[in-house]
């Protein structure tokens, strides 16, 4: 029963470097999305996709691309890491509509 | 922008008291509202959500939503030390093709043995 799976759990980089965050959910949900949080600041949306083959920019897309692979997984790509995006990163799923969205270990990211 | 507003705390109560989590939001738009439990370096679990207004209760928990004062509520009854952890309070609006989640940056809530 695993619900949302984030890999990896934690990765450290070198400023400029790139690296794609993984996410896989096995709820048969429409709906996948991607967050960072940062201290104080609460969770920030930076990308979704609200069906299979749509993704579109959320409230801090800057630096960031997304994938929507298929209807199971969202990556997404950090194509030249900044300090800025030190961060955890949480994917989370949800049916869509009102339903409530389900959330994955996270992935804790620090860039150097 | 679309806000929502927590006090950020840290609340303390004791043992067997009740635990009132306060949230505030902007968008009037906003049709449902949910009730993280975020542990120390753990993701946020859903404890509760609700639609409508008034009050609804699940377990020792029970949330209101006052749409017209755009207030959300989170008592905890009973609270007991296991209840220690942060608590995000989020709305769910319209914005582009789809629902989005607005989060608030949370309460910490430590319940004293």
């Known amino acids: 029963n695993a619900g949302v799976t984030q890999t990896p759990k934690f990765q450290v980089l070198k400023t400029g470097q790139s690296m794609t965050l993984q996410c896989a959910q096995d709820?048969?949900?429409?709906?996948m999305y991607w967050y960072r949080q940062d201290p104080g600041m609460g969770l920030r949306l930076i990308y979704y996709s609200a069906s299979e083959g749509t993704t579109d920019k959320g409230e801090v897309p800057n630096g960031y691309n997304v994938s929507r692979l298929n209807k199971r997984e969202f990556s997404l790509r950090l194509e030249s890491a900044a300090p800025s995006q030190t961060s955890v990163y949480f994917c989370?799923?949800?049916?869509?509509?009102?339903?409530?969205?389900?959330f994955g270990d996270g992935t804790r990211l620090s860039i150097l | 922008q679309k806000e929502v507003e927590q006090n950020s705390g840290p609340l303390s109560v004791p043992e067997g008291a009740i635990a009132s989590l306060n949230c505030t939001y902007s968008?009037?738009?906003?049709?449902?509202f949910f009730w993280y439990r975020q542990y120390s370096g753990k993701s946020p679990e859903l404890i509760m959500f609700i639609y409508s207004n008034g009050d609804k209760e699940d377990g020792r928990f029970t949330a209101q939503l006052n749409k017209a004062s755009q207030y959300v509520s989170l008592l905890i009854r009973d609270s007991q030390p296991s209840d220690s952890a942060t608590y995000l309070c989020?709305?769910?609006?319209?914005?582009?093709?789809?629902?989005?989640?607005?989060f608030g940056s949370g309460t910490q809530l430590t319940v004293l043995p």
């Open positions: 709820m048969n949900h429409n709906s």
């Open positions: 968008d009037r738009g906003s049709q449902s």
């Open positions: 989370a799923s949800s049916e869509g509509g009102h339903q409530p969205q389900h």
């Open positions: 989020a709305s769910l609006g319209v914005s582009g093709s789809a629902r989005q989640l607005t």
